[in-house]
């Protein structure tokens, strides 16, 4: 029996696919319909989730199985995963066979036996959310909103302006990587905390001329013994060792001959080869500002200073939201009309700079079931709702009225720049949501001025800033009335950033986002512009936290 199967993130709808066999035969189909009630409770959709390999491999085992005692020719079987709200499809099942009974049979038998054999989940049936008005679609930009595009550096202003930062949270060190610290962290005590050995050698009296001394006792890195030493007299030291008394130098091991308990200094050097204390910092110095963003040197420095419990930016709830009926997983072939979602996978990347917890919801491409799944998918608790796809002027394109639904005040629906010009910024109280265009690229650009710089605020690190450097080539290109933020890499010269532009055609485009590392910025209304010319460029996620 020939069997095809299909997991999909997308909505199944009529005349998705050809019937099984090509329709020849007789062909039985079953499509089960999401209802509107699951243990007696009214709901508005239904998630399922599986392990797709693990349940498409199950799905035709049992066919297989099935298929000894049903000879049938050929089977499809499509399930949804997901949200799939009421009403909608989540699984369709066709067969096709020599007779309608053998059909009937097989696939009677199949539907019994999918809960049990098939590793699909129910995830949990979503509540009805409380009922909000739905416009009539008559008005796409109420009056508040600025129907003209805002200019890339109001855009960015608004945003700064708009997020503030979350409280702070004490967490453990090891969990600090990459959070933002939110206190001033002065030293405890003096840095070094007492005069240590850079060698291992001997310790003796700066005043002791030598060359030749008794050794009295033995220190090691752990074990301070305090002694005042006589002239005459050595301390065989070890590395990092406490010194015995104040005022001693220590003579490297390999300038002495040791002779029994004795040494005899053979060569003469300048250096005291001990670190002071306090030489690095004196009690009560600061060692880190609020606003820093904790990397590895810096959780170096809260460790030695005995910080294990520091002050830091939360976590950040992400809530990141894909709509496009057109849009199939990475591991699904797309069918004419149909891409892969890449801004799922681009976006993840993306935040890996900022500490964050983040849940990827696909929403159907309907506004009131959007309404539905996203206002029952605890969205409420998220500090940031990015949604991709939806955010232009499109019939279809309705995400700014499904953030206004959610309570956000929409402050922008538009930016003048290419790409990305469709970016729509809501906030609502501490929370900010934005609506990403679609198209990767101009997604990509979206959100490194507007995206980063929100979570750079609401996370008290400093934020994204364009810095100067300098064309490296010649960038040929017609002006344009916006602004262009155009993909391009980054290279050190003489001590110079140089900038390379990327081949890019449409805001469509993915290739050129495997090399960016920036985002050049090219003045509206410039043509051409020339190897050498002072440029500024923004740096992207590679460089997330090195240069801004
Ligand atoms: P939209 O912003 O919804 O008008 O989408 C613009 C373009 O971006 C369309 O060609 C979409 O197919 C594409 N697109 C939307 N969402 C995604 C996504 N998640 N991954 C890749 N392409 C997308
Ligand atoms: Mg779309």
Redesign the pocket.
Known sequence: MKIEIELTHSPIVPGFAPAPNGGQGAVVEFSGVVRGEEHGKPISALEYEAYPEMAEHQIRRLLDSLALRHTCLAARVVHRLGIVPVGQLAIYLGVAARHRAEGIALLAEFMDRLKQDVPIWKRRALAIPPLMPLSDGSSKAPATIPRKALSLDAAMAEIQSRCVALPGVRRPLADCVGHVLRENVIAPGDWPAFDCSTRDGYAVRVDDPGPEYQVVDTIHAAGWKPRQLQLGEAVRVATGAAMPCRGLRVVMQEHVERRGDRVHRVTMEEARNIRLQGEEKKAGETLLAPGTRLRSGALALLATAGCARPLVSPRLRVAHF???D??VAPDQTPGPGQ??????M?LRGLLQGFPHDLEQVRLPEDLGAAWIALASCEVGRADVILI?????V?D??F?RELLERLGFEISFAQVNVRPGK?LIFGVQGSRVAFG?????L??WVCFHFAVAMALARLTGGSVPRFLPGRMAVRLEDAPVPRETLWPARLEISDGAWLIRPLPWAS??D?TCLAEADVLLRKPANTGTLEAGLAVEFLPAEARLGRLF
């Not at 991709?388 to 232009?392: D, I, P, Q, T, Y």
């Not at 990403?436 to 990767?440: F, K």
């Open positions: 894909t709509i496009g057109e849009l891409v892969r979602d890449s801004n799922s681009l991709s796809g939806g955010a232009s499109g279809k394109d995400t469709p990403l265009p679609g198209n990767p101009a997604h805001s469509g993915v």
